[in-house]
């Protein structure tokens, strides 16, 4: 199991290793409480719960989260959807966004995610680190985005990987390119085989080289 729970005595920090791309966000947020020198690696007891709710927000896979004592979650969802894509890397994406959950859930919610853009991760659809080690090449910027909607990025966000595809996703969301440019879009469809010539847009590839991806 990938999910391990650190329990302190105001707070719980939820670690889901499958989601960590080692982006090291809680490591200099709070050297006190994340140390991977030691072990255990977490311990909730070495910073306030304020500062911990902070530091834990800037962790852009979502695989770390809060409870409180009683299961409550300490994080309010975003107020608005942002889409940042990563220069050679994946898509941190944040809002309140629902994933098939396979096997044991319909669906998952989350509210940080970071989405495959290689197609070699091993946890498709959210990236695993394999990108650095594909040496995936991609500037991230959008220069095929579509017409920018005038709506404003709130609200649910549905992300859908189409077996074999790309990634569905639905929901008013405001994309940041790594060029500085933005748009708004409400509906988008995300190549995740990683050989789109329009990235981060899918552009039909993925069947001309035999992407599997459920």
């Given amino acids: 199991m990938s999910t391990r729970d650190y329990v302190g005595k105001d707070i719980t920090i939820r670690y889901d290793a499958s989601r960590c791309i080692h982006a090291e966000e809680c490591v200099r947020g709070a050297p006190d409480v994340f140390d991977p020198a030691a072990k255990p690696w977490i311990r909730p007891d070495g910073a306030s719960v304020e500062h911990l709710v902070a530091v834990v927000a800037r962790c852009p896979t979502g695989a770390l989260t809060l409870q409180a004592p009683d299961g409550r979650s300490l994080e309010p969802p975003p107020e608005r959807n942002v889409a940042s894509v990563q220069p050679a890397g994946p898509i941190y994406l944040r809002g309140r966004i629902s994933v098939p959950g396979g096997d044991h859930a319909t669906l998952v919610e989350y509210t940080r995610v970071a989405l495959c853009r290689c197609g070699a991760s091993a946890n498709k659809p959210y990236c695993d680190g394999s990108h650095v080690r594909t040496g995936f090449a991609d500037s991230g910027a959008c220069p095929g985005a579509p017409v920018s909607v005038d709506a404003t990025p709130a609200g649910k966000v549905a992300v859908k990987p189409i077996t074999n595809g790309p990634l569905?996703?639905?929901?008013?969301?405001?994309?940041?390119?790594?060029?500085?440019?933005?748009?708004?879009?409400?509906?988008?469809?995300?190549?995740?085989?990683?050989?789109?010539?329009?990235?981060?847009?899918?552009?039909?590839?993925?069947?001309?080289?035999?992407?599997?991806?459920?």
């Avoid at 790594?178 to 993925?206: Q, Y």
Wanted: glycine share 12%; aromatic share 10%.
């Fill in 168 to 214: 569905m996703v639905e929901g008013t969301i405001e994309f940041r390119a790594a060029d500085g440019s933005t748009f708004v879009t409400e509906k988008v469809w995300l190549c995740r085989c990683g050989h789109s010539a329009n990235k981060p847009f899918c552009d039909g590839t993925h069947k001309k080289i035999g992407f599997s991806g459920a």
